[in-house]
């Protein structure tokens, strides 16, 4: 059995690139999250992308290539006879034969079977459920067909029986009009995706650029595989090690700057004081000043949207909300919901739109479609390159996709220029500041994007700024000169699908979530710095709040009393919780859970220090907290906006349904056993300054 075995690898070899493939594709659209959540899209339809129908169509023709070429590549490779192979009698035709069709068909049975995994998150009820198991059923269907069609091509087309070659000089004509045909598409996407990777990817659609790319790559690594058995040498791995080599030049994931302009930056003391002076001018000298300072957490489009979603939707209620938001502290996907409501705040007539809408148009388009066609096209062939080429850099196709959005919603450039305009001399008196949390690769601390320069009441953090500048420049003077999709993508750098960005130095930034993901350690900073310049000035009539915004629906709200287990709250679990967790090969995978762990942890631990923070403070507390001080009602100086699941999966990466934007937009003010939005809206709204008209 074991010989048999042996010969049957050894004859099926030539066919491992399109086995590989269907490997990887398995769980990708089965077991991880990210990529059930684009089949989701599929049978929601994105939540402002439009035109449906035709991304659906081009859905199926993309899966229906990859099919094409999964079989075919496996069928023209085993009409070769390689140099030193001995074609014995033990090779079994059966396999030979059945081995590249079940290749062809497997593409259709692994999404099909993602679409019913994803059918499952949705209610009997459901439309989308429907839509999905029916998407499930035609893949089903389209296999049968594909299958059939090839078991009978020959006898339905007349064609002849497959001979053995030894070179492709020696294929039929019909073989090479198809080689040479899956090759000019796989150019074409190349360059498609390396010009306009934006408006292309957008077009196609995630799922299409995936089985677009499994196609191409299926039918360059046989060509590679073909090399290598006529040369007899190990091509692939010669490539791997190239890849290895050349990584050593090849970073091209270079962070964008626009040219440099004179800043004066300001400390948070100084800008505190400019705030205050502004509190005194317009709500009146003596009055009670509510300052408010907000924590968003990361958690891709998720967080992006629900954080542009929350703080618009207190700014239409109340536009008195942006003269009195002193900062925002953001991770990941936090921090482009930040810099989208500070973008808006800045137009030249915020009043004449809703900031909710707006966010809603500019978050609610793909964005995943052309940072995964720059990955899988431009950015890959960058790996086997000496040289950087930041053009094919997919972050920068990431970034582009928001400076998109905006153009096309608002009509201005305002998300390509640079990032310190937010701040200059206009309309408006009052800019919030943004604090964007990213980690540094070398060291493991913070890195912070921002308009305010930082001081060491910032422990162990690095000013971007000043590495931007390369330390040259006094830190009142150096400025993030940077475009602000480029400054938003500086904290939202998670995950292998957006690289580490670059310095000047040579140094790396990633996810801010990898230090800690809710973004409280700064907002704490912020509060105590804020405290400290109180006391100093004999300030008594400013009132320091904080927004806590959560978007992970499995995530406990901190809210709640800490470090106790509560009951699990009602209704279905649909988001894969952030944790986690394993048994298997334990010992050696124990670390790796720990340290992804760790960074919900800190988070944790930091907003249950700002809300220790702020009972004291708001108490006048200098000595020594009692033994009860957490077990006394939550403070109303923090104010706590969270997601929860109901009958839609939230996604995490960056695309988003329009069946999961709606349900974030209906828990804007839901209130129940889980979730106090409404509350905390009408809180926040309360405390405010009434709006003048």
Known sequence: MWWGIRDLYHQLKPCRFSILVALIAFPVFVCVAQGTEILRTVGEGMANAGAWAPRVTLFFLALI??????????????????????????????????????????????????????????????????????????????????????????????????????????????????????????????????????????????????????????????????????????????????????SLWNDNHIIREVPPQEVERADVIGSFRTWYALAEKNDGAGTLHPLFIVATEGGGIRAAYWTATVLGGIQDANPNFAPHLFAISGVSGGSLGAAVFDALLAEPNPGSFKFKDKAHDILGQDFLSPTLASMLYPDLVQRFLPFPIPYFDRGRALEMGWEKAWRHTIGNNRFADSFVDLWKPGSREWMPALFLNGTSVEKGNRIITSNLHLTNVFLDAEDAADKLAQHSLPATKAGCHIPLSTAAHMSARFTFVSPAGRFPDGSHIVDGGYFENSAATTALEIVTRIKDVCALDGITNVDVKVIMISNDPRKRSIAIAPAKPGPEPPGPKLTKPMTTQGQFLGELTAPLYTMLNTRDARGTYAQKAIKREQRRFKAGVTAAPSETEETQPATKDIFYFTLRDTNVPLPLGWMLSAAAAKTMQDQLRLEDDVVHNGTAMDDVINILPAPTH
């Open 65 to 246: 290539l990859w099919s094409i070429c999964s079989w075919y590549a496996a069928r023209v490779l085993l009409y070769f006879d390689f140099p030193g192979v001995q074609r014995n009698a033990s090779r079994s035709k059966f396999a030979e034969t059945h081995a590249p069709r079940i290749l062809g068909i497997a593409p259709m049975l692994i999404v099909g079977y993602g679409f019913f995994v994803a059918s499952r998150s949705y209610a009997p009820a459901e439309r989308t459920r429907c839509w999905l198991v029916g998407f499930a059923a035609f893949c089903g269907l389209l296999a049968v067909i594909f299958y059939v069609l090839l078991v009978f091509r020959r006898r339905m087309f007349g064609l002849t029986t497959s001979v053995q070659v030894e070179h492709v000089s020696q294929l039929k004509r019909g073989t090479l009009m198809g080689v040479g045909t899956i090759a000019l598409i796989s150019l074409i996407l190349f360059i498609a995706f390396t010009i306009a990777p934006v408006p292309v990817g957008q077009t196609l659609g995630m799922g299409t650029v995936l089985f677009l790319a499994a196609a191409s790559w299926i039918s360059i690594g046989s060509w590679v595989i073909y090399l290598g058995g006529r040369w007899q040498l190990p091509v692939i791995t010669i490539f791997i090690a190239v890849a290895a080599l050349f």
